[in-house]
Each structure stands twice: as structure tokens, then as C-alpha cells.
């Protein structure tokens, strides 16, 4: 595929901004927080107090007349999908950037995560359709090829069906996978489908929201374009009692997804416009963390 120059530039910026991130803090958290799928034998070390006496070769202690204990390894081998919303409502953004953009740097943040740990990355990318399927290789040169696929990539529906992609990750990931959903979840019945992926993988769900979008400001006559249906209304937004009908409807429908999200029993990692965005993800995985010991 050849790139442009611009997202190529775009892509280096991505790696530079979020290499000394991964490197000081999210590998590490990343690491532990997604343990393999099993221990693999590595050699033997002489026992010394304090080992497991149960680690302890008999077999061999018989044969050298010292005690050795069998040392074990990580069997890492996971896989981490990214699951990308490119619907038209990423197109919005109140702050310096747009949700897609925010997207795009954490989906960074987690691919060479990943890489760095030697995991597999795969991307999908949807609207209301599977936009695109990228199956799951190794590799840095990979994390690149996916960031610049989420950067450049032009979708060809403006909706969204979270159940579409769902529906394609269950098929398409044979093995049980870390899948992280980057979405803002701007879509209906997606709780059943959501609590199923579930219980056959490692589901994240990553809501990215501005704060401004339940709230519109005085402006007098505006005209709104529906970024995912193309529809267009003027409405006017000096009108006091619109502005509050607004609010209670968007506050009403984000009530009703999170909601959704919670009933889903799926992990969730909430990211708002304007905050540091690793600043979440980060807890998410020292949480996780916690959890785990």
C-alpha cells in the first residue's frame, strides 16, 4: 500500500509521541495486566531457601546429589485486537482533536504495547459494515501498518453497528484475544452481542465522548449536520427551552448507553476530550493489576 507523505509524517508522530509512554509505563502495565495462556518449561537452577519444594526434580537431584528446582516461563502468545469505530460521529471534536484522533493515539499506545511484548496485533475497522479486516501478525512494521490504515483509511457508510463488528470478531478470532473496542458507542442493542464477545475473549470497551456534546451554547441560528445520517436541521439555539430539551435527550441517551455498557459485564475504560488520554488507560491496566494479586 503506498502512503502519502503526510500519513507517513502522521504515523512518525503517533510513534514518537507515544514511545516514551509506552516504554516508561504502559509496556510494563500492559504486560501483567494480559497474562499468557499457560507456563512452558525453561531449565533448571539450583534450589536455594525459600523454593517451592513442590518445584523441586527429584529425578535429577538423584542423578547429581544436589536439589534443582524446574524453572518455567510465560507462554505469551496472545493476540490483541483493535476494533475501530470510523463512523462519521468521530468527526467531532470541541477540544484540539477530533474523537477519530483520539482513537487513533490510543489505539498507538496499545499496538506497541503490544509489539514491545511480542504480541500479535490485528485491526478492525467498522461503521454500521466491516469497513476493514487486518489479521493479527507481530511486528512494529505491523503496528505502523495498522496506524496508518486507522489515519488514512476512508470509510464508505457513515453509521454505526456495533453487532456488525461484533458479529466479525466472533468469526474471525478462532483463539481467545484481547479485544479492545474504540468507540462512542453511539448506537442500540448492542448489550447482548457485547456481553457474549465477553465470554469468549477479553472485551474492552473504550468510550471516547466529548463533554460539549450534551450541551449546546447560544448562537442564534445554527445549522446541524447529522454526521453518521446526513441529515441537516436549522434550529435555533438562542431558544432556552430547546437548549434544555436538548440536554435532557443527550443526557438521556448517554444514561441509556452506559447503561448498555455496564449491563454487558465488559470492562470499561471511559476517555473524555480535553483529559490526558493515557491517563485512563493507564489506571484501567494498574487496577487490573491490583485485581489480579
Known sequence: ??????????????????????????????????????????DFREYVAGDDVRSISWTLMARTGKPYIKRFDEERELTLMLAVDVSGSGDYGSGPYLKSEIMAFIAAALGFSAARNNDRIGLLLFT?????????????????????????FQPNHRGTSLEVAIDQLMQGLKKKSTIFILSDFYDKEFERPLRQLGQKHDAIAVLVQDPT????PSMGLVSFHDAESGEQVVVDTSDSLFRKHFKEQTEKMSKQREAQLRKSRVDIVKIDNGEKFIDPLLGYFRNKNRLRR
Open 1 to 42: 500500500m503506498a502512503l502519502s507523505e503526510e500519513v507517513l509524517k502522521k504515523v512518525r508522530l503517533l510513534d514518537i509521541s507515544t514511545r516514551k509512554l509506552v516504554n516508561n509505563l504502559l509496556a510494563g502495565e500492559y504486560h501483567t495486566a494480559f497474562k499468557g495462556s499457560g507456563m512452558t518449561f525453561a
Open 128 to 152: 454500521d459494515r466491516v469497513e476493514l479486516f487486518v489479521p493479527p501478525k507481530k511486528g512494529k512494521a505491523h503496528v505502523q501498518r495498522i496506524l496508518s490504515e486507522i489515519i488514512s
Open 213 to 216: 456534546e450534551n450541551e449546546i
